[in-house]
């Protein structure tokens, strides 16, 4: 995971593979913690969709759609709205695979009213055992 | 950061507070002690320090590091010294949304709104030091809820989040896919795929970094601050402030001789809408001997409108002991807003007590205030 900041916002970016079986259905939840504000929006298979603002059990390949070997960009921006706290989080989890896992991040923001941005990249890989 | 962090208090308040604090001294009173609020830091007020710079730690470490640095790891009683900090705010809270925090439990209120404050003066001569010290504690029962407004302003906020995310990941995504292509062209094992998400994580943060030094994504981020900022985030409705705290001296400031001085509990109530707010507030400032102890029972009401605001208050004084008595104060406030930070302000009234030189209240004058709110009461 890398933790970076670029023109004033603070950007989280990491990757990471979650094995699925042949004919999994996998869903995504993205919740925004530490009381701030945030919005997802996520790109498969060259599709985008916007959260509303971000996602609950929502999910990414409907229609009996392969999932193994595709890829998930996810991108939630939090910005902070609370003058206790300058933390914000994200935890994304992802159902319906060989196992659901949760994938929690955060970080703190340098100033109120500040911009963390949360780059995080699923590679979903086949697990047939 | 810190929800210790009193909003500033609009200046013309100050002038309709200033002969009361006048008056306050004279009955042995801290000067912010007579503020018809509860103190954000009462352990600040009972030591009648006004603070240059406070501590404010966001996190458990930096907490300890804050008090080991203060006190020379735990050996000496620092001179000048202020530290505020909310245990709440200090934790990570993951599993916590925004609508989580609309309207509040009483175990939730506590758990949120307890800060603590501890200060160290010096309050002697450079012949006679003598090290003042004081702690307190403050939390709210009740603290109302997030407004209508608001919530609806970060349903807004978090919807031109997600957009401002899809237009960007538009972008990048298409580059990220190419990335990681390069990345794992030459992978061969599971291992060496994992390996490989380090060298991929580098390629997308390049990939950011000089879409960004160009314009082509965040450039939307002062604006989604803007929307932020216009976010109000005082609450609304019934809220009870408890606050305490007791000051001590040490003579030489040896800790081991440290006396108790003073304490003092307030209890505040309000009833906040954006227009309209209620205050009432009791207080009681015990002394050691050396002064009277006093008990002030008072209430508030505040009208505001966008250029106007009249307030009027009154409090109700009991000072203890033979040379004690009963005094009230009671005070008219009329604010116009001349320009946005600029307000004239007309005070008029009687303070406590009435043989007292300066007890009439009659003055007209013009302050300036930077606070986006003019009055704002309760906790937070």
């Given at each position: 995971m890398i933790t970076k900041e670029i023109d004033g916002n603070i950007f989280v970016i990491d990757s990471a593979f979650y094995p699925v079986k042949p004919g999994s259905q996998v869903s995504l939840t993205v919740q925004v913690g530490d009381f701030q504000a945030g919005g997802t929006s996520y790109s498969w298979q060259g599709k985008q969709e916007l959260g509303r603002p971000n996602f609950q059990?929502?999910?990414?390949?409907?229609?009996?759609?392969?999932?193994?070997g595709t890829i998930l960009h996810c991108m939630t921006k939090v910005l902070?709205?609370?003058?206790?706290?300058n933390q914000t989080s994200v935890t994304f989890t992802l159902k319906g695979g060989v196992q659901d896992r949760s994938f929690p991040y955060g970080v703190q923001v340098a100033s109120d009213h500040g911009v963390a941005v949360y780059q995080i990249t699923f590679i979903f890989v086949e697990q047939t055992q | 950061v810190n929800p210790a962090v009193p909003r500033p208090l609009p200046l013309a308040l100050c002038l309709l507070l200033g002969p009361v604090a006048t008056l306050g001294a004279q009955s042995?009173?801290?000067?912010?002690?007579?503020?018809?609020r509860t103190p954000a830091s009462p352990a600040f007020v009972l030591l009648g320090v006004e603070p240059s710079s406070v501590e404010r730690p966001n996190t458990p470490a930096d907490f300890a590091a804050s008090i080991l640095s203060a006190t020379s790891n735990l050996s000496s009683l620092p001179k000048d010294f202020a530290l505020e900090t909310s245990p709440f705010w200090?934790?990570?809270?993951?599993?916590?949304?925004w609508q989580d925090d609309v309207r509040r439990n009483l175990v939730q209120s506590v758990a949120r709104t307890f800060t603590l404050s501890v200060a160290t003066s010096e309050?002697?001569?450079?012949?006679q030091p003598v090290r003042g010290l004081a702690a307190s504690g403050r939390f709210s029962l009740l603290s109302g809820r997030l407004p209508d407004s608001s919530i609806r302003a970060i349903r807004e906020l978090e919807q031109a989040l997600a957009s401002s995310a899809e237009k960007e990941l538009r972008i990048l995504a298409p580059l990220f896919d190419d990335a990681l292509t390069r990345a794992m062209?030459?992978?061969?094992?599971q291992e060496d795929s994992l390996a490989r998400l380090a060298l991929y994580d580098e390629m997308k943060l390049s990939i950011i970094a000089e879409l960004s030094r160009t314009g082509?994504?965040?450039?939307?981020s002062a604006e989604l601050r803007r929307k932020a900022e216009r976010i109000a985030t005082a609450r609304t409705g019934v809220m009870v402030d408890v606050a305490g705290g007791a000051a001590w001296r040490a003579p030489s400031a040896v800790i081991d001789s440290a006396d108790f001085d003073r304490w003092g509990v307030w209890l505040n109530a309000s009833y906040t809408t954006p227009d309209v707010s209620f205050i009432a507030l009791a207080r009681y400032l015990g002394f050691d001997g050396t002064s009277h102890d006093a008990f002030d029972v008072g209430g508030k009401f505040v009208y505001t409108r966008d250029r106007y605001a009249v307030s009027a208050e009154y409090v109700g004084r009991h000072i203890k002991g033979d040379q004690g008595g009963d005094q009230w104060r009671l005070a008219g406030v009329l604010d116009y807003r001349v320009t946005s930070t600029l307000w004239l302000t007309g005070t008029f009234g009687r303070s406590?007590?009435?043989?007292?030189?300066?007890?009439l209240l009659a003055q007209l004058g013009l302050s300036l205030n930077l606070?986006?709110?003019?009055y704002t009461f309760g906790g937070e």
């Open positions: 059990d929502h999910v990414v390949n409907g229609g009996g759609a392969k999932i193994a902070d709205i609370r003058p206790d706290t | 042995g009173t801290p000067a912010d002690y007579n503020a018809l200090l934790l990570r809270h993951a599993r916590n949304s309050l002697g001569t450079a012949d062209a030459s992978a061969t094992t082509v994504i965040g450039s939307d406590f007590d009435d043989q007292a030189r300066g007890s606070s986006r709110e003019r």
